[in-house]
């Protein structure tokens, strides 16, 4: 989707955020913070290819990997014929480089846009994006099943220990980023609690219940902070939707729906909402630091509307909230073009 295809819209969502109740007018609260992997988080010069590395038989694939759901993040796929392994591009980054031996790779889909042509790859609990695949291509022959090598994931935290579980909760409800999110989308009235028994044996990682008001999070099957943070945002963003169905709709006009059929929220308009409003916190959080370039941070947000369309939609409608009317893209993303 182009930037023009979308700035006639840009006073429907002035009007549509003119009309959300507020829950607090207070401006002291630290709205948004760069989150560790976003400081010097660089979007790769679309121009660079790929090509062989200095290892015998390896090759470096530059693009955008999306993690267990996770918003993407800049970096390198070293591909060879036994095992491949991903890299941050920003060494800094939170995200800890992964790595998978017999590799075996199937092609999700490919986004033509103009001139570009993007190709989206599945990859364990992950999709991978490229404009150019290399020897991804020849990968998807292959029917060796993937298997995670060297680096296997941890927990954020022991599901076995209650106390650290509950800790962790306390953490998350009372933190600072929380608090951003009380103040775009209300605080539920039973606060943060635990995923009960019987949603911990559907593999539910969070669940919002509009009748009680409550959300709840399973900390212990989460693999790290990230996805807790997200998890947060996905359920704040559901109680957006029961509490603002109105005004979500007009924003969501004209909003393809998620193509990767493996991607949580595919043929289902509430968890893609969600899901998109998760990726605009992350991706305002990730632009948060002023040294980051415009033409970069445009970019950037175009990976991320590739994997969940309508975060680009819903990242320009939160910036029209108080909360972010210091953030460096508030002017470029909120007044038309």
């Known amino acids: 989707m182009s930037r023009a295809s979308i700035t006639p819209r840009v006073l429907l969502i002035a009007l549509v955020a003119s009309l959300v109740n507020h829950t607090s007018s207070s401006s002291d609260l630290p709205a948004y913070r760069p989150i560790a992997r976003s400081d010097g988080d660089s979007v790769r010069n679309r121009s660079a290819a790929p090509g062989p590395s200095k290892a015998t038989g390896t090759t470096i694939v530059p693009g955008y990997w999306s993690s267990w759901g996770l918003p993407?993040?800049?970096?390198?796929?070293?591909?060879?014929?036994?095992?491949?392994?991903?890299?941050?591009?920003?060494?800094?980054?939170?995200?800890?480089?992964?790595?998978?031996?017999?590799?075996?790779?199937?092609?999700a889909y490919v986004e033509r846009d103009g001139t570009h042509v993007r190709y989206l790859f599945h990859i364990d609990a992950g999709v991978f994006e490229t404009e150019q695949p290399g020897p991804l291509l020849a990968l998807i022959a292959q029917s060796r099943d993937l298997r995670p090598a060297d680096l296997p994931r941890g927990r954020l935290v022991d599901a076995g220990d209650s106390a650290a579980v509950r800790q962790k909760l306390q953490e998350i409800s009372r933190s600072p980023y929380a608090d951003s999110l009380y103040?775009?989308?209300?605080?539920?009235?039973?606060?943060?609690?635990?995923?009960?028994?019987?949603?911990?044996?559907?593999?539910?990682?969070?669940?919002?219940?509009?009748?009680?008001?409550?959300?709840?999070?399973?900390?212990?099957?989460?693999i790290g902070e990230q996805q807790?943070?997200?998890?947060?945002?996905?359920?704040?963003?559901?109680?957006?939707?029961?509490?603002?169905?109105?005004?979500?709709?007009?924003?969501?006009?004209?909003?393809?729906?998620?193509?990767?059929?493996?991607?949580?929220?595919?043929?289902?308009?509430?968890e893609h909402q969600a899901e998109a409003i998760a990726f605009a916190i992350n991706f305002l959080q990730t632009t948060a630091s002023p040294g980051r370039s415009p033409s970069d941070a445009l970019a950037l947000l175009e990976h991320y509307e590739l994997l969940v369309p309508g975060t680009r939609i819903m990242a320009r409608y939160l910036l029209l909230q108080r909360v972010y009317r210091r953030h460096p893209l508030r002017t470029l993303l909120t007044t038309a073009q």
């Open 228 to 270: 807790l943070r997200h998890a947060l945002a996905h359920e704040l963003g559901l109680r957006f939707q029961a509490r603002g169905a109105a005004q979500l709709d007009i924003l969501w006009t004209g909003v393809p729906s998620i193509p990767d059929s493996r991607r949580y929220g595919h043929s289902d308009v509430a």
């Open 72 to 107: 993407p993040i800049a970096g390198q796929f070293t591909v060879s014929t036994i095992e491949m392994d991903f890299q941050p591009a920003d060494v800094r980054s939170a995200e800890k480089e992964e790595r998978w031996g017999s590799p075996a790779v199937s092609l």
């Open 183 to 222: 103040l775009l989308f209300g605080r539920p009235s039973e606060g943060i609690g635990l995923v009960g028994e019987k949603g911990r044996r559907a593999g539910r990682l969070g669940e919002y219940v509009a009748s009680r008001d409550s959300v709840a999070l399973d900390p212990g099957h989460m």
